[in-house]
């Protein structure tokens, strides 16, 4: 893991990446499986997909869109390496009009669905005839 050049940029778009580097060029970084990392509510750190519609899992980055980058520390790499490989089979694909209405139609009719057990009113015992 230690010969991974794994590294954190800050881009000028505000963009906070981890990505593997596979060619450092003069004027761009070519990187493998970038990931966005952002903040969450309670003070720790988050993986997304930094670009979660593409199939692909090499982009090039030019160097004048960079404020800065650095090594990241081990155990930040390891969980890295997990996300990355694994991120991509999470992913579902975008679902059609007609199946999430179809989804929706189906939560308000369970919402909605009438009783079909008897009342009690009806369950009374029926007064039999009487002969007068």
Not at 24 to 32: A, I, Q, S, T, W
Not at 118 to 127: F, I, R, S, V
């Amino acid at each position: 893991m230690e010969n991974l050049n794994i590294r954190n940029f800050k881009l000028i778009n505000g963009d906070n990446i981890i990505a593997l580097i596979s060619v450092n060029n003069r004027d761009h970084y070519l990187v493998e499986r970038p990931v966005a990392v952002y903040i969450t509510a309670l003070g720790g750190y988050q993986f997304q997909p930094w670009c979660p519609f593409s199939d692909q899992t090499i982009y090039s980055i030019d160097k004048h869109n960079i404020i800065s980058d650095s090594n990241v520390i081990d155990n930040i790499k390891a969980e890295y390496i997990k996300y990355a490989l694994a991120w991509q089979e999470r992913i579902p694909g975008p679902e059609t009009q007609e199946s999430l209405l179809k989804k929706l139609t189906k939560k308000i009719a369970d919402r909605v669905e009438i009783e079909t057990e008897p009342m009690e009113a009806d369950m009374l015992p029926l007064d039999e005839d009487t002969v007068h």
